[in-house]
């Protein structure tokens, strides 16, 4: 390692062994510097797609803190706003659900309106929704956006992408 080589390559110029891989531990150190700069290429590839991964997995979901668990009975329902985003959780069967606070019919205010079981009513004109799944009960093609949910040290949390 750290053998100089004379010449260079180019679009990159002289170049050392240990420069071309950059510090990194390699296991073996070919003779022909085309060969050092496809390794380095190699190296340099899986070192992104690595990298893109971490990102990926860091921006995944985003957990924002809405309320206290404990404020939130069996069959209630409450506006939150992760984020300013328009949100309504309600506790159902003891699990909690998160869905858009929106009705997509004509945007009344779900938080407004009533759960019955697992059904959320809108305050307006009755569409009704399964705020387990968002589902809209008499055209299942429609939904509103679901969230995860979880708990941390007594509060409720919403995931967001
Ligand atoms: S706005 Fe919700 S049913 Fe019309």
Not at 65 to 80: C, H, N, Q, R
């Amino acid at each position: 390692m750290g053998r100089a080589r004379s010449g260079g390559i180019p679009g990159i110029g002289p170049v050392t062994a240990k420069k071309v891989i950059a510090g990194r531990p390699f296991p073996s150190v070919p003779d022909r510097p085309e060969e050092i700069v496809l390794a380095w290429y190699h190296r340099l590839g899986s070192s992104v797609e690595e990298r893109m991964q971490k990102d990926s997995a860091a921006a995944a979901t985003r957990w924002i803190p809405v309320m206290d668990d404990a404020s939130l009975p069996e069959g209630g329902m409450k506006a939150v706003y992760p984020l300013g985003l328009n949100v309504v959780v309600a506790r159902v069967g003891g699990a909690v659900h998160a869905v858009s606070g929106a009705c997509p019919h004509l945007g009344c205010p779900l938080f407004t309106g009533r759960v019955v079981g697992s059904v959320l009513m809108c305050p307006c004109h009755d569409w009704r929704f399964d705020v387990r799944t968002g589902e809209f009960l008499d055209a299942p093609e429609l939904r509103l956006a679901i969230y995860p949910v979880r708990t941390q040290n007594g509060s409720l949390l919403i995931g967001l992408d």
